[in-house]
């Protein structure tokens, strides 16, 4: 099977690559180089990281020229997941959290050679408040009453109400509010028409080149790297002295690639190619596990969403029954080959969520008790991963470990049991009747779905759709697959949908605080039927407990112990609403290849995101060691 992939991808491969595939580092000594795999850009001219005009910020802008105050690891737990970036330490709040006090590191410098002070962040908010239709333009406005810079290293925010999560703006998971280079933006009439080419730095590298048709973008290590927060932090130079972000084609045009050596790392690909790789390439691939399954766990949490302005979707006992139908152990092969993370709970089972909720909350959901209406059952699963890991351990051997919680790691903890009676004894509790092998509704229609998935750009979750759409049929609803394509964003934000595979949760990752989703879910958001729904409450849950529990996080600390408390609150009110079905961690196939550089993050060393459109990836960058082995120039 694995050769007749690798056959068929060789045949296509010369139609799929990119034009001028191996001329995109010409001049440049390929064991300096890093080549990533990186979106094509629509205006490629563009790189005001402020402003829409197109671009690619994705492209190496906000993940190797750009800065702000801090950075959380997604895959890191505890301190070691916080890092103070261009902010000397933590923020500092008032004790009614209506000030906040940033302290800057000295020493600072753009890569024009001017410093960074205070006056570029009064200036980067000052200037966004001023201009709607920036990026940062609305949480400045709602939340800032003014700024000031009381010396040239410190910064006051003066908030117009109470908000102990307000540094969080300018923190890093994915992005954040970057900081803006006052002295070049000020020369400019309008910002937001500015495409701020060629880019002043203010990380460690810079802008060296890049493809007007929006294949590729080279940046170069900065002769000055220690005049950055990053660089103030490395005890030798970065290796690394270039970094190509490329766009490498499709799934399979990018296996191909790696193992020609042309791309070193890969963002997603499909599982059979991450196999292909695997089988091919040996000892110079790396990926986050070093065996099965592979796949790099994301802090975000692909689900069953349900439309609660659609019925009978509002009620709990209908959306608890459509999750007994399904068979996780089909989904998880049938969508991953096995290799899913799988999630009982509405949070990713990535990070410090691990330790903080999953582990803890166990005895929880072997205790979790459901009234189906005619009887109490308990629904929780906890050998799941162990019938998932027998599952693939004729095909994968001894790289399959016995050792259970070895197998927590790479399959989950566990998941609900598929119970047709139970769901059966749910939907006659909510009024629902069988004809056949037909429920009906209430109101005497057939109750059918129309299950909405993105399509081929996220093949996974496509499969996962698939199966769970077949799994539904069989069970007397009729379920027929809705691929949205480019519109499912906007679907999905319209409340265009009845079900749809998607996610409404992501998380910090390396913080138990779970304000990075659950702060929009407060009801004051739910957006009327027909309206746009602000992110990223997708399902529109409303629940006064729920609201309850977000007022409640307002008003504490972010690194405050009870902000775990208020996690489990919500987590254990989840289950018992079941608001939208958690199925898995959005594992990505991502691998890297070893011949020219080493030393690359991974489950066993998570110091850095793996994932190359997170901003934390310039920590790896700034970590990978020569491979001395590696071909000469």
């Known amino acids: ?46 790189f005001n990281l402020w402003a829409p005009g197109g671009g690619a910020s994705n492209n190496g802008l906000q993940q190797l020229a750009a800065d702000t105050f801090w950075f959380i690891n997604p895959d890191g737990t505890g301190d070691a997941a916080w890092t103070n970036a261009l902010a000397a330490d933590r923020p500092q709040y008032n004790a009614d959290f209506t000030e906040m ?38 949480p400045f406005t709602v939340n800032v009453d003014r700024v000031e810079a009381t010396d040239p290293h410190t910064v006051v925010f003066h908030l117009k109400a109470p908000n102990s999560r307000f540094h969080t703006l300018f923190t890093v998971r994915w992005n954040a509010a970057w900081i803006m280079p006052k002295h070049v933006f000020e020369k400019v009439a309008d910002p937001l028409s500015f ?32 005049r950055t927060s990053i660089g103030m932090g490395l005890k030798e130079p970065p290796q690394v002295k270039y970094v190509v972000y490329r766009n490498a084609g499709n799934p399979d045009a990018r296996v191909i690639e790696q193992l020609n050596h042309n791309l070193d790392v890969i963002n997603d690909i499909a599982p059979e190619g991450m196999f292909t790789i695997a089988r091919k390439a040996g000892d110079q691939m790396a990926a986050w596990f070093p065996g099965f399954p592979f796949a790099h766990p994301d802090p975000t949490l692909p689900s069953v969403l349900f439309n609660h302005q659609v019925k009978p979707f509002d009620n709990a006992d209908v959306r608890w029954a459509l999750a007994l139908m399904i068979d ?34 166990q005895d929880w959901l072997k205790g979790f008790e459901l009234n189906t209406g005619t009887r109490t059952i308990k629904p929780y699963d906890p050998t799941i991963a162990e019938q998932v890991a027998a599952l693939v351990r004729p095909q994968w051997g001894d790289s399959i470990p016995s050792d259970p919680a070895k197998l927590k790691t790479m399959f989950g903890f566990g998941w609900w049991k598929q119970d047709v009676q139970a769901a059966t004894e749910l939907l006659q509790k909510a009024g629902f009747t069988k004809q056949g092998n037909q429920w009906m509704m209430p109101d005497g229609k057939p109750f059918a779905i129309r299950l909405m ?58 913080h138990p605080d779970l304000s990075f989703f659950l702060d929009s879910y407060d009801s ?76 690359y993050p991974s489950a066993a060393d998570p110091y850095s995101a793996s994932g190359p459109f997170w901003s934390n990836l310039r920590y790896m960058v700034v970590a990978l060691k020569p491979n001395p082995a590696a071909p000469k120039p």
């Open 524 to 599: 004051a958001y739910i957006a009327e039927p027909g309206k746009t729904q602000p992110p990223r409450n997708l399902q529109r849950w409303k629940s006064e407990k729920l609201d309850a529990i977000i007022q409640a996080n307002r008003k504490v600390a972010f690194d405050s112990p009870q902000v775990v408390d208020l996690g489990r609150d919500y987590l254990k009110l989840a289950v018992e609403e079941m608001p939208f079905i958690p199925l898995m961690a959005y594992n990505k196939f991502a691998p890297f290849d070893t011949t020219y550089w080493t030393g």
């Open 1 to 46: 099977m694995f050769k007749n992939l690798l056959a068929a991808i060789l045949l296509v491969a010369a139609s799929i690559l990119p034009a001028a595939a191996q001329d995109f580092i010409a001049g440049i000594p390929r064991n300096q180089t890093l080549i990533i795999q990186g979106p094509p850009a629509q205006n490629a001219e563009w």
């Open 195 to 226: 495409n701020n080419n060629p880019p002043v730095s203010l990380s460690a590298y810079v802008l060296h080149s890049y493809d007007k048709a929006g294949n590729w973008a080279i940046w170069k290590l900065r002769d000055d790297w220690q």
């Open 328 to 361: 996780i152990r089909s989904v998880a092969m049938g969508a991953y080959r096995g290799a899913a993370n799988l999630a009982a709970l509405s949070t990713p089972p990535t990070g410090i969520a691990v330790p903080d909720y999953y582990e803890p909350m």
């Open 101 to 138: 006090t940033v302290k800057l590191k000295d020493g600072i410098f753009w890569s024009d050679g001017v410093p960074f002070t205070a006056d570029d962040v009064v200036y980067t908010v000052e200037t966004q408040i001023a201009h709607p239709g920036m990026g940062w333009s609305a």
């Open 453 to 510: 998935v993105e399509g081929d750009n996220v093949p996974t979750l496509a499969r996962a759709g698939s199966i769970i759409a077949q799994q539904w049929s069989m069970q007397g609803i009729k379920t027929t697959i809705d691929v949205a394509g480019p519109t499912n964003g906007q679907r999905l934000g319209a409340g265009d949908f009845e079900a749809a595979i998607y996610w409404s949760v992501e998380t910090w990752g390396g």
